[in-house]
């Protein structure tokens, strides 16, 4: 294989690249991100209407709304994607939810509706990308969290944590299982990041404080803090990376 000149390594020009959750918060960031480096970025959320925002005036921006809890969303996502670009180059399972509640007031269909989203849906999502992998290959980079990786009691919750500890365990099988057909699957865990999700969080002083107080670098992150990571996963220069977890948080599982 030949060497990358270094100014190349990120670029992704004629890549196609697939976001979800792409209505706000950090989705939002990476489909900016992966647009500045060259890709053509098919956006997806519920939310139309943020979604063709953030595309206002970006022809490589390619907003499709769809339920992606629900499986006729995500086969009519990635068939408007191969409709309109015919291969996809680079998958970033973004889209979560959180259900809000404690262990002890959470339902077993909420915890199931949780996973459904932020587990399901990136495994559903994954299989059809890899039925659609350019000659390239395809890099598949799962969003997790650091709630999957440690306890953030007395906050979080247990379906979010499961599903996002579950991403990590899929991250693993699938790069397993795909490496020979060159899928490349990858997890990014960020930190505390404020987004959409967590603003309750972020609001309250204490709670802000709180981050402070754990995390090596005596802050919270900033969204473009996790840029550099997003285009090292999804670049010609981890070609040889797969199945690992990227963790971008601070120093807060360090301790």
């Not at 339920?67 to 889209?95: K, M, Q, W």
């Not at 969003?143 to 991250?171: N, R």
């Amino acid at each position: 294989m030949t060497a990358a000149a270094p100014a190349e390594l990120f670029d992704l020009t004629g890549r196609t690249a697939v976001v979800t959750g792409a209505s706000s918060g950090l989705g939002a960031r990476f489909v900016e991100v992966l647009a500045a480096a060259g890709a053509t970025v098919w956006t997806s959320a519920r939310r139309d209407a943020r979604l063709r925002e953030l595309a206002a005036g970006r022809p490589a921006i390619r907003p499709v709304a769809a339920d992606l809890g629900t499986e006729d969303g995500r086969e009519s996502l990635v068939a408007a994607v191969r409709e309109g670009s015919g291969t996809i180059d680079l998958l970033v399972n973004n889209a979560g939810v959180d259900s809000g509640a404690k262990p002890a007031d959470e339902t077993s269909a909420g915890f199931a509706e949780v996973l459904g989203t932020n587990l399901v849906g990136p495994f559903h999502l994954a299989r059809l990308a890899a039925e659609a992998a350019g000659p390239q290959g395809l890099a598949v980079i799962n969003v997790s969290s650091i709630l999957g990786l440690v306890s953030a009691a007395p906050l979080g919750g247990a379906s979010y944590a499961a599903s996002k500890a579950g991403l990590l365990g899929l991250t693993r099988e699938l790069a397993g299982h795909w490496g020979g057909r060159g899928v490349r699957v990858n997890a990014l865990a960020p930190g505390w990041f404020r987004t959409e999700m967590n603003e309750a969080l972020f609001d309250d002083e204490r709670s802000v404080r709180w981050i402070g107080r754990n995390t090596m670098l005596g802050r919270a992150g900033e969204p473009a803090e996790l840029d550099t990571a997003l285009l090292f996963l999804a670049s010609p220069a981890t070609s040889y990376l797969t199945g690992q977890i990227l963790t971008v948080d601070g120093g807060w599982t360090a301790r």
